[in-house]
């Protein structure tokens, strides 16, 4: 496919002509515009969020293989992407280590992934390049445009292109009608995905009957019995209705010094659907109902009393002490939801990542599956692999992935394991994707696609 449109911006009825167009500028977006871009395409980035930098996430990520292999292919800044834990430790309610085993994994942040990318896509210079390098410009390049404040409202099927109809808001708060011409849109717009819904409006984000609350500590403000258990090491602890997992990721500016980086929590904790305790945590501190997410420094006093609350009456000393002392918590509903497959409109819109399904994060997959989704649209669109490899591939992934996220989730919040079987659980969810093996149910209809 090649691209020779003028990138830049572009008014209403003069549309840009063969640059891709993704949709979608956090992780996901920001994977596909810089493969393309050293790949040699043009770029469009369209991203929902009114600001040029999106705003950190707070939230630490298991870098999973094909995480590392993305940034070890594509990424210019030299800047280490992640922090090695080198063991899984499993503690008692009481915060002694019941198992452990010598299993090394590399731990990121969202902030510092995006950061890393993006200076990789439009030359983003922050701190979080100290110890790197801002990447250089070669030849052979793409043009890249990353777009912010603008919402995608429809697509238009016209034949050999797809024309993208999109809000833009500008400074003034004002809106303007846009859109552009595209061979091939990428959507990358996360698991409530707007391109998603234009052509499967019957496919929800279904609520998993449980949250996960998320924080972080600096390393400096931990004790030394939690620096013990989380300092560069991988801690589970299980008990009925209950999951939490604690482990190292840079610091501020993305740091990986030791003593300058965050113990990262993750507490998983049921609230039945309806239920008065998921109405009080999903109720953000200015009284509005959220759905799915309660941002970091949004959460009520009365949400934040009652999970400290039950910190301190359910989990191990040195993860309760997590959770209080986190200053900038924030939930998530946990869901389920995947599409039945990924390209649309004669192959001129294809879904990545969360758009395309969206994991539980047991499965400590859903950025290493955007990476794997993008680096084969740039193998099919190079022509190493053909149509039918890159559905096949990208489709069981997304398959086996979410049915595993559901059926470990479900185990671990709905079910009375031993402690074995979580580890066993977890241990799963670690094959390498290269290794994995596929059910013969994840390869149904995709020769249909």
Known sequence: MATNGVNGNHSKGNAA??????????????????ALKYHGYNTII???TPQFLLENQGAGIVAGGDTIKFFEKYDRSEKPCAVPSFKRIYL??????????????????????YYLLRANYDRVDSAYLEGGKLPEVRD??????????????????????????????????????????????????????????????????EFAGYCVIRGTVPETEASQEALDVFRERFCFFHAPGIQNLTYTIAGKNGDTTPGNR????????????????????????????????????????DAWELLKSKAVERLPPQMAEMAHKSKTPFVQAITDVISPKNLYMSDKVVLVGDALAGFRPHTVASTSQ???????VADWLDGKIDRTQFVKQVMQYARLIQYRGKYIGNRSQFESREVREYIDDRNMMSIPRWDLEYPEWTQKGLDSI
């Open 370 to 376: 955007a990476a794997f989704d993008v680096m084969s």
């Open 46 to 48: 369209l991203e929902r």
């Open 17 to 34: 002509v063969e640059d891709i167009v993704i949709v979608g500028g956090s992780l996901g977006g920001l994977f596909a515009g810089v």
């Open 262 to 301: 965050l113990l990262n929590f993750v507490w998983y904790a049921n609230f039945p659907e309806g239920s008065e305790e998921l109405e009080k945590i999903m109720t953000d501190k200015d009284g509005r109902r959220r759905r799915i997410t309660i941002p970091p420094g949004m959460i009520s006093w």
């Open 140 to 205: 052979g390049d793409g043009k890249v445009d990353y777009r912010y404040g603008c919402t995608v409202t429809s697509l238009e099927d016209e034949g050999e292109y797809v024309t993208v109809h999109f809000k833009r808001k500008l400074e003034d708060d004002s809106e303007v009608e846009n859109s552009l011409k595209t061979k091939l849109l990428i959507a990358a717009d996360g698991p409530s995905s707007t391109i998603r819904a234009l052509f499967e409006p019957e496919i929800e984000r």
């Open 92 to 113: 008692n309610q009481k915060g002694d280590i019941i198992h452990e085993e010598v299993n090394r994994q590399n731990m990121t942040s969202w902030d510092l992934a």
